[in-house]
């Protein structure tokens, strides 16, 4: 074990948690079949470690320090209810790891990964409204606070925190298992959407100090791989696996050595990932065999950043006409603030503008900082320089993530 004082250690158990929150409910979901269950034996353990790292030192396997604490609470729980008995059995396997020192099968990474699988599609139930199963998987695959959580969706923190806990009470008495092949389609859209979610919360934060959490995307990047061996019949699974391959080939050239934001404009395309871009176009070229939708036509879009050989010979036309094509098949005002960005590059910035501002009174844009911003860049463009500095400081205002509230105020101190 390593010791450290009390404020490095809370920050480390909050690194780990972050990384490991999903692992845990997952396996510990398996173990006990309670989804809600597993998410109170995590935070148990979560607590444990705060309570103890500080006092003994961080272990130096502090993820399955983490997970080993939970499973050992998830084996002391069963034991306790009043069917003892029958539900042992349930657990008599990983007893039996646990006594024989077995504890490796259990981090086994294809095993883990089944148990997310299951967790996803659990959480997934059509019985719950689509906002909840999104806002609860985030929650337990993600390790996201409710807060970010509502940023992500652009609600009131207090509308999220209502749906998960109804989302949990739900749950109650579901089974944790990948449901039956007849039922797997109606599931796969929510699914998609959540695994995305996560995604971007890695690639984006929306909190915190670091522009991005690569070990958040990497997670839904794997997810993205498993639903691909899982459905390889359902082309928006290989979409959204493309669109996911793609943008994390950018994640090595989004920050600089210092852990500052870099641009797209800005970044050193011999930093991505070639390897991210290969398996991102392979599978945009089956989603494309198979039909397409909007993720498929997102991982479009991608793909034309992918293509380029530098930001001014991307393709910023058909950027623009794709988001077109994907506003019609998913109307979002997000969408609309994303093609003004490809209108200005393609030589355009007052059409550009002219679309953000129709879309700024949309409620659900009142506190998303990519507006103001993408507004602050799009009058510095048409040398309108005053104002553009004042977008770029509600832009400052309204993020919640320490870098891209930087990248922010520099831009409005006209820097």
């Known amino acids: 074990m390593t010791t450290a004082d009390p404020a490095v250690v809370h920050r480390?158990?909050?690194?780990?948690?972050?990384?490991?929150?999903?692992?845990?409910v997952a396996v510990v979901a398996r173990l006990t079949g309670d989804v809600g269950l597993a998410e109170e034996i995590a935070q148990d353990a979560l607590?444990?470690?705060?309570e103890q790292w500080p006092r003994d030192g961080v272990p130096d396997d502090p993820g399955p320090w983490l997970l080993a604490t939970a499973r050992h609470r998830a084996i002391d729980q069963i034991r306790r209810r009043q069917n003892y008995a029958a539900k042992l059995q349930l657990v008599g396997r990983a007893t039996a790891e646990t006594d024989d020192g077995g504890f490796d099968e259990v981090l086994d990474e294809g095993r883990i990964g089944d148990d997310l699988l299951r967790l996803i599609f659990t959480v997934c139930h059509p019985d719950l409204p689509a906002e909840s199963r999104v806002g609860l998987t985030l929650r337990l695959l993600g390790g996201l606070t409710t807060a970010e959580i509502a940023r992500a969706f652009l609600v009131p923190e207090a509308t999220m925190a209502a749906r998960i806990t109804r989302a949990k009470k739900a749950l109650s008495g579901v089974e944790f298992a990948l449901p039956p092949a007849a039922e797997l389609a109606p599931r796969v859209e929510s699914v998609l959407a959540t695994v995305y979610l996560i995604f971007n919360e890695g690639y984006a934060a929306t909190g915190g100090s670091a522009w991005a959490r690569p070990e958040v995307s990497d997670e839904a990047v794997r997810l993205g791989r498993l639903l691909q061996g899982l459905l390889p019949r359902e082309a928006e699974v290989h979409g959204l696996a493309a669109l996911m391959e793609l943008q994390a080939s950018r994640l090595p050239a989004r920050v600089d050595q210092a852990g500052r934001p870099v641009l797209l404009p800005d970044q050193d395309r011999r930093r991505w990932d070639r390897l991210l871009i290969r398996r991102g176009l392979a599978a945009l070229s089956r989603a494309a065999e198979l039909g397409g939708g909007p993720y498929t036509v997102q991982a479009e879009i991608a793909a034309?950043?992918?293509?380029?050989?530098?930001?001014?010979?991307?393709d910023w036309e058909r950027v623009a006409a794709l988001y077109e094509v994907l506003f019609h098949l998913r109307p979002s005002p997000v969408l609309r603030v994303n093609q003004?960005?490809?209108?200005?590059m393609a030589g355009d910035p007052a059409r550009g503008l002219a679309v953000v501002d129709a879309v700024a009174g949309e409620k659900s844009l009142r506190d998303y900082p990519q507006l103001p911003a993408v507004r602050g860049d799009l009058l510095a463009r048409l040398g309108r320089a005053d104002e553009a500095k004042a977008a770029f400081a509600q832009a400052a205002a309204?993020?919640?993530?320490?870098?891209?509230?930087?990248?922010?105020?520099?831009?409005?101190e006209g820097r």
């Open 304 to 314: 034309c950043h992918a293509r380029a050989r530098s930001h001014e010979a991307t």
């Open 340 to 344: 003004a960005v490809a209108y200005a």
């Open 47 to 50: 607590v444990v470690a705060l």
């Open 12 to 24: 480390t158990v909050e690194a780990v948690w972050r990384i490991e929150a999903a692992r845990i």
């Open 398 to 412: 309204l993020t919640r993530n320490d870098a891209e509230r930087t990248l922010f105020q520099a831009r409005a």
